[in-house]
């Protein structure tokens, strides 16, 4: 129950009628806030043996008819669950300011979680950080308290968020008032057949939610305006209709028509929803700001990486399709599940740390974080082009040598280009003794069926003749991986590896890292300050217990990381990390790709970073580290 709520039952809850003015001066809220909770108490009292009397001239009481159930309800009150840990609390305090929509004091808060105002105040901190992702923040008054400032938009969102996070007691605590969900999945499943709309399948439940918080905020007088939304709404016609539809069959539930805002919520809802690939009538409109955001990660990604996508037509159609529902999640701050992020990151690691880069430049030009689940889904289009590169990038130049001659030789070479074609680029084909005279300067690496005694500067890798199922699969491993990537340990030295390093604060323990590889490595005199501008673009604590801040841009002549596993976690962005791996990637062109591979493969691997919290050791993380390359390469 609502804190105002619980404490208007308690005044109503004896024999004399109270009124309106008697209440406003006791609760200490207005006129109007007096009336939204009298009807909030009396749609909760609704089957549970009170209601509330009206008497003209006298105002207001609680009258019990049914003691025992009456009863049972101020049990079930009484044994409310209480949030007690500090994400918790800040998450609860976040809804609870939303829903409130007025006024509350902090000694009413400390008296609702049975926490000092020393706790509620740390916790409240958490809060403002968690309304500020969706623009919104707490307005102070003196004698009076804290409520929400911020669009109504947001305060949907935020609530959506927060009921997803907080797990199942925050949702029953709020979701019982809600339009019941058969009611919703009704509306809402007619509502898009009617207009063929199609969305991401996963998305139903989420659309669902927002369907129900959509009534319920609308219900108390909280409604989404026009001046909310941007002047290019990047809205298409479809969703307008779609909107309409729905909107239409809501109104037996709002008891009056939807105004322009409320329609044009629930159009973006399914904008930013709507499957790309689905089928459609209309054009899919890709704009000026679309090609330029997709020309701007592609070129962020060379500074950082090298890699140039600027021919790959492929790639780019894919980022400019994905940017047209994405700009719309972004611009509103809305959500998308990602069912496959854990596997995307395992699998596509280097994919995924190319994405997270690609979307600084999305988090710099909306002003706002990337969450993890879109970062995993631009992961998929890199992979995909990563693969094709893969085809071409490594095509090798290759000398077979066959003791035989003439058709044996002639059918080997056919035999090995059927079986490895996509692998190869040039081959050459000749006898052990005509060896020496091959020119090895563009030639990667030799297959012989016969022992080779004369020394060439290649590897050289001793085959059969027929080459059967087990044979193949060695050969693609070898075609695949004849480039050295080197030792990734050199990238971690001992100097730079810091154990149970101090801070009680993201900036503290950065402060503290950037001077201690300050004082060991010459860096360039705005290190530290792109290192925190680079915190305020995006979140860095992309994997929990983990965060790996860096530069905007290479800055450094060498690529180093420093290594710090805190005394205690620290709140970063949106975990608690407790390993922090600073990376300074160098100036110079360089192949990352295997260092990234198996950076990332080391942080996501939870049990090996548990072993390092555990045991603070650089032999230990060596080990680690050498484990996860291993795992990178095979």
Not at 374 to 381: K, S, T, V
Request: charged residues 30%; contains cysteine; proline residues 3%.
């Amino acid at each position: 129950m609502n804190p105002q709520v619980k404490r208007l039952l308690e005044e109503l809850y004896g024999e004399d009628f109270l009124k309106i003015s008697d209440l406003t001066a006791r609760l200490q809220v207005s006129e109007k806030t007096v009336r939204s909770l009298l009807k909030r108490l009396e749609e909760m009292m609704n089957g549970q043996g009170a209601l509330i009397e009206r008497k003209y001239g006298e105002g207001y009481r609680l009258a019990v008819t049914d003691q025992e159930l009456f009863g049972h309800f101020l049990e079930q009150q009484h044994r409310r669950y209480i949030p007690d840990t500090p994400e918790r609390r800040s998450q609860y305090l976040a809804a609870e300011l939303i829903l409130s929509g007025d006024y509350i004091k902090v000694e009413e808060l400390c008296s609702r979680y049975y926490v000092s105002r020393k706790t509620i105040s740390a916790d409240l901190k958490q809060a403002e950080r968690i309304l500020s992702m969706f623009n919104l923040g707490l307005e102070r008054k003196p004698r009076y308290g804290m409520k929400i400032s911020g669009g109504e938009f947001g305060c949907r969102q935020c609530l959506a968020f927060l009921l997803r996070r907080s797990g199942r007691h925050l949702y029953d605590d709020v979701s019982r008032e809600f339009l019941p969900e058969t009611e919703a999945v009704n509306v809402l499943a007619e509502g898009l057949n009617a207009g063929s709309y199609e969305i991401y399948d996963d998305e139903f439940s989420e659309l669902i939610l927002q369907l129900r918080i959509g009534v319920f905020r609308y219900s108390r007088g909280f409604e989404v305006t026009l001046e909310e939304f941007d002047s290019q709404d990047y809205l298409q016609e479809k969703d307008i209709r779609t909107a309409e539809k729905c909107a239409g069959m809501l109104e037996k539930f709002y008891k009056t028509a939807l105004p322009v805002g409320e329609i044009k919520y629930l159009a973006v809802q399914f904008s930013g929803k709507r499957g790309l690939y689905a089928a459609s009538d209309e054009n899919l409109v890709v704009d000026v700001e679309i090609n330029r955001l997709v020309n701007e990660m592609l070129d962020y990604i060379y500074k950082i990486f090298k890699l140039d996508f600027s021919r790959d037509f492929d790639l780019q159609t894919a980022l400019r399709k994905h940017m047209v529902s994405l700009r719309v999640r972004l611009k509103y701050h809305l959500t998308l599940k990602n069912s496959m992020l854990k596997e995307i990151r395992e699998i596509y690691s280097f994919s995924y740390g190319v994405a997270a880069q690609a979307a600084m430049v999305l988090s710099s030009h909306f002003r706002t974080m990337v969450p993890e689940a879109e970062i995993g889904y631009l992961a998929l289009c890199f992979a995909l082009a990563m693969e094709r590169r893969k085809k071409t990038r490594y095509q090798r130049n290759i000398v077979l040598v066959c003791a035989t001659g003439g058709g044996s030789a002639k059918l080997f070479e056919y035999r090995f280009q059927e079986c490895f074609g996509d692998y190869l680029n040039q081959v050459t084909v000749c006898s052990s003794m005509e060896l020496e005279k091959i020119d090895f300067r563009d030639i990667d690496c030799v297959f012989s069926t016969v022992p080779i005694a004369t020394r060439v500067p290649v590897p050289v890798y001793q085959i059969q003749y027929f080459l059967d199922t087990a044979h193949i699969s060695q050969v693609k491993n070898i075609l695949g991986d004849v480039r050295e990537d080197g030792d990734v340990t050199r990238y971690f030295p001992e100097d730079l590896f810091f154990a149970d390093l101090d801070g009680t604060s993201r900036k503290e323990v950065l402060e503290y890292l950037c001077t201690l590889v300050e004082q060991r490595r010459e860096l360039p005199a705005d290190f530290k300050e792109q290192v925190f501008k680079r915190e305020e673009m995006m979140q860095t604590d992309l994997i929990p217990m983990v965060a790996m801040p860096h530069p905007c841009l290479p800055m450094t002549e060498e690529t180093f990381v420093a290594v710090a596993v805190l005394k205690k976690p620290v709140y970063w962005h949106m975990n608690q990390v407790q390993v922090v791996f600073l990376l300074s990637i160098s100036k110079g062109k360089e192949d990352m790709e295997h260092f990234y591979k198996t950076a990332l493969g080391l942080m996501m691997n939870e049990e090996a970073i548990k072993r390092l919290i555990s045991e603070k050791s650089y032999s230990v993380f060596l080990e680690l580290l050498r484990e996860a390359e291993r795992q990178a390469g095979s």
